[in-house]
């Protein structure tokens, strides 16, 4: 039987601050060029089209989920897009839990089920991060924007 999970977090690309921050400076930078350029050309036309497709692009990609975390049944169940397949990690696997830092860059890009340098990378938006480490040295690093609730959850997870 299932049970009900005990955390679920849903991760979407368009709706990290600093990404959306960018996209709109280069859509303003559009309407800007198409306003001050002297005579309405086509090429200046070009402008307004390429601002107003960055707003509907920013839009479009603020509803597409990149992946969601779910806590249940002794394990974390990771499932991102069309195409990602889902990951599932055993916590009677997992030796030891840390909370910390995702990465101590100011950008990030987005990642699902990444290995890199002997760890499995997890992220989307916020700071922080859980690592997991398993019985062979892997080291899961799962970023989120609701580090406290998930580690609780982990941690109540394994305790049962």
């Known amino acids: 039987m299932e049970q009900k999970p005990i955390f679920i977090e849903k991760q979407y690309l368009g709706r990290e601050f600093i990404p959306l921050t960018i996209r709109l400076v280069l859509a303003m930078f559009c309407f800007a060029a198409y306003?001050?350029?002297?005579?309405?050309?086509?090429?200046?036309?070009?402008?307004?089209?390429?601002?107003?497709?960055?707003?509907?692009?920013?839009?479009?990609?603020?509803f597409l989920l990149h992946f969601r975390t779910r806590v249940q049944n002794k394990s974390i169940l990771l499932?991102?897009?069309?195409?990602?397949?889902?990951?599932?990690?055993?916590?009677?696997?997992?030796?030891?839990i840390e909370k910390n830092a995702y990465s101590r860059y100011l950008f990030n890009n987005p990642v699902y089920?990444?290995?890199?340098?002997?760890?499995?990378?997890?992220?989307?938006?916020?700071?922080?991060?859980?690592?997991?480490?398993?019985?062979?040295?892997?080291?899961?690093?799962i970023g989120t924007k609701h580090v406290n609730e998930f580690l609780r959850a982990i941690e109540a997870e394994m305790a049962n």
Do not use: C, M, P, Q
């Open 35 to 62: 306003f001050f350029t002297d005579e309405r050309e086509k090429n200046g036309d070009l402008l307004i089209v390429v601002g107003f497709g960055i707003i509907i692009i920013s839009i479009i990609l603020g």
């Open 79 to 96: 499932d991102g897009l069309w195409t990602t397949r889902l990951v599932k990690i055993d916590l009677n696997s997992i030796t030891k």
């Open 113 to 141: 089920n990444l290995h890199s340098k002997g760890a499995i990378r997890f992220f989307t938006a916020g700071n922080d991060a859980i690592y997991l480490t398993d019985r062979t040295g892997l080291i899961y690093i």
